[in-house]
């Protein structure tokens, strides 16, 4: 959204918009210059010049964010200063967000208005950083009271340019009258510059009458002026040269030839030279590498018997690093078992403490103990319920003995 946003505003400012960064980086260089940023900034901080587009953020040029937000800080800071508000010089490991706010802080205070957010200053390049530099060098510009002027050419208007454009337009008249003719007509000119140098050829043989007295003119200047105007355009022959003709790629080769022997002469000059200041280099360096060596052989010998040791204490370590892990792994282990250990031994100090159990004991004895006196009861209800039943059926079983007895008895005599 929000680069669908960049392109319609841009598409509203223009196709040239794109651009315009351009020229105000070039405009706010030359700003710098006549405030002589040089001597003031770079020198005090010992900084390269600024190229025509550093502040210029394009996918062509090479970008440093780093180094751009620290160049664009350091010179609105002096900018600033500069114009008459005293401004404090920022660092280079100072927070970037406070140094922003407080540059369009002063920018808002010279009146200029910033509809942008500080976000758009942390890259150190790009249109709005380009925007508060060229603003702060105005305000700045201002105050040492210097104004850019337009400039103002001298107007050379002499007879003989006059003459020049005139013959320009007349041979440019006439070249393009030559091709809108036909091709007899250019037979018929061919034919008319023959006829001319035979003219001239025949005019060399007669013989020539030499006048007598000195002869003088008799015609005024301005007439001769006016005749001058009046047959320069017919005195004109312009001679069309065809591009694809192969004496003039030729010429052009040869021409080429000769800038490339001479400029091979004074390059390979330049070459030798280079050549020879490579080869003295070299062998300086060869023997001072050597010089150094002879030196520091002793050095050498001490930092390779230094890393042999080093070396072996790195090999003991590792030894003895490998029997710390494996007793810190069984050190882990019994400390795990220790924990469970504990652990059930404060679950069980846990249940003898308490008291609850003991409680629960007595009521369930006293609870069994109803239960017993319960069933006691029961039990005593059903045996006297099964003696009843016992003494019942022994008092029927007798009853009918008796039953049975007393009529064999008693028919026994009537028998």
Known sequence: MADDGRRAEEDDRGPGAAHQVFVVMEFLLEKLKVLNYEEEVLVKHNMKNLSRHY???????????????????????????????????????????????????????????????????????????????????????????????????????????????????????????????????????????????????????????????????????????????????HLKVTIRTDNKDWRIHVDQMHQHRDGIKSSLKDAKSYLDKLQEDIGKTLEKVSSREKYINNQLEHLIQEYRSAQAKLSEAKERYQQASGGVTERTRALAENSEELDKVKQEMEEKGSSMSDGAPVVKIKQSLTKLKQEIVQMDVRIGVVEHTLLQAKLKEKSNMTRDMHATNIPEAVAGPFA
Request: charged share 30%; hydrophobic share 35%; net charge negative.
């Open 55 to 233: 502040f210029v953020s394009s996918p062509f040029l090479a970008s440093n964010p780093g180094e751009q937000f620290y160049m664009f800080t350091v010179i609105a800071a002096w900018l600033v200063n500069v114009a008459g508000r005293p401004f404090t010089e920022p660092q280079e490991y100072d927070e970037p967000n406070a140094t922003v706010s407080n540059i369009l802080a002063e920018l808002r205070a010279f009146g200029v208005k910033v509809d942008f957010p500080p976000s758009k200053l942390k890259s150190g390049s790009g249109e709005h950083v380009c925007f508060v530099l060229d603003r702060l060098a105005e305000e700045a510009l201002r105050r040492r009271g210097f104004t850019f002027r337009r400039p103002n050419y001298p107007s050379e208007n002499t007879e003989e340019e006059s003459v020049m454009e005139d013959d320009a337009e007349l041979t440019l008249t006439k070249v393009e009258e030559e091709m809108t003719e036909e091709p007899d007509n250019e037979e018929e000119n061919v034919m008319d510059l023959e006829a001319l140098k035979l003219r001239t050829t025949h005019t060399e043989v007669e013989p020539s009458s030499k006048p007598d007295n000195i002869l003088e003119s008799t015609v005024d200047a301005a007439s001769w002026v006016l005749e001058m105007e009046r047959v320069l355009p």
